[in-house]
């Protein structure tokens, strides 16, 4: 993964067919009442934001810290080559293999696509999901070239790999993305260096018009996401540009008028968290109120491990309380007293809104 900065934070590249509105989106995903922010590398353009969570923010205004620090999501307009259909994505395929996840842009407004052929949107899906079947299938058959060469000189280390290689290319030639294909650890582990983007989680964003906001009219992309098990999210970009522009306090008003729950960042923030199976726990005192981001199932172990590896080596335990009691009781001690603070051991799931504090011999 690359790091921008001090923090690791979840990359969300935008790709998608040429003029689908990947810019247009990006646009709204960064608008803020302050302008827009974005730096920009080489030729790509980077847009770093701050998750919103309300519990983090309940957090703080009990806690006053010196330092607020919420999970951040960075979002990149990939400068994309000229779309070659089924070739994949040439030079670009390492820079992708960096993503945590896709938003995979789909054309939904007007009558014909940037190619000025009559827009077809489900087509447009289809074809830039080739696109990364077909830049994995590439590495693939090279990379069982190489390894029947050795095996014929007598070189027979590769053997496992090529299994899985085999396997991997049996999914691709039948039209199955990597992401469904649910290796096994040790099997993912001699394959996870190629960082397929088949394997990569996708949320198609629907771009729709001004007519469309939430994307009614998006039946059949809808269905074409349905079948291929990914979410779908609508937002018409120019407006949420709009939006996201006005003072926080005319947002709300705006929102409902077009039958909006929350901004696309919002929307596409939760979403991704969703597919990735991402949650957030928080620790919190006078120096920092800060979130961090962990996978479902993740123990309590490695959640400390994110904060330190020398709270993960000299672990004791984690006293932990969920964000809304806390916020309820406004102190730790209250929260004891009330039973409410729990003693957990290494081995405890982490549960999304804990409020861990790592006890730890150093
Ligand atoms: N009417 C309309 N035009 C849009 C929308 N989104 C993008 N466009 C226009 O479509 C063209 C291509 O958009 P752009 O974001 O540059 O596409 P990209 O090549 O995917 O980055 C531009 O002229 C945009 O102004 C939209 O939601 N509605
Ligand atoms: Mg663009």
Redesign the pocket.
């Known amino acids: 993964m690359f790091y921008y900065g001090p923090m690791a934070a979840l990359l969300l590249y935008?790709i998608?067919?040429?003029?689908?509105?990947?810019?247009?989106?990006?646009?709204a995903l960064i608008q803020t009442p302050e302008g827009p922010h974005f730096a920009t590398r080489g030729g790509h353009r980077l847009g770093t934001v701050k998750v919103p969570d309300p519990r983090l923010a309940a957090l703080r205004d009990i806690f006053q810290p010196k330092k607020y620090i919420p999970a951040e999501v960075t979002f990149v307009?990939v400068a994309?080559p000229a779309h070659a259909e089924g070739s994949g994505f040439g030079p670009l395929n390492a820079f992708l293999g960096e993503a945590d996840a896709f938003a995979l842009?789909v054309?939904?407004?007007?009558e014909t696509d940037?190619a000025g052929k009559p827009l077809d949107s489900v087509a447009q899906l289809e074809s830039v999901l080739l696109d990364l079947a077909m830049a994995d299938l590439e590495k693939v058959e090279r990379r069982v070239e190489k390894i029947e060469q050795d095996v014929k000189r007598g070189l027979k280390q590769g053997l496992p790999e090529l299994a899985v290689l085999q396997k991997c290319k049996a999914a691709i030639d039948s039209g199955r993305a990597l992401r469904d294909l649910e290796l096994p650890a040790e099997e993912q582990k001699l394959v996870s260096s190629f960082s397929f983007l088949s394997q990569k989680r996708v949320l198609v964003i629907a771009?729709?018009?001004?007519a469309d906001p939430t994307g009614e009219q998006c039946a059949a992309l809808r269905t074409a996401c349905q079948e291929k098990g990914l979410d779908l999210l609508a937002f018409?970009?120019?407006?949420e540009a709009e939006i996201a522009a006005l003072a926080p306090g005319d947002q709300a008003g705006f929102l409902q008028d077009y039958g909006l729950r929350e901004p696309a960042r919002t929307r596409l923030i939760q979403a991704a968290y969703q597919t990735l199976n991402l949650i957030s726990f928080f620790t919190v005192g006078e120096d920092e109120v800060r979130a961090w981001t962990l996978r479902r199932g993740d123990n309590a172990e490695t959640a400390a491990g994110k904060i330190h590896t020398d709270l993960a080596r000299g672990f004791i335990r984690a006293e932990t309380v969920d964000a809304p009691t806390l916020i309820e009781k406004k102190t730790h001690a209250a929260c004891r007293e009330a039973g409410k603070l729990r003693l957990e051991g290494k081995g405890y799931i982490v549960q999304d809104g804990d409020v861990i504090e790592i006890r730890a011999s150093t």
């Open positions: 935008l998608g067919a040429r003029a689908a509105g990947k810019t247009a989106v990006f646009d307009d994309l842009v054309q939904s407004f007007g940037g771009n729709t018009g001004d018409c970009a120019p407006l």
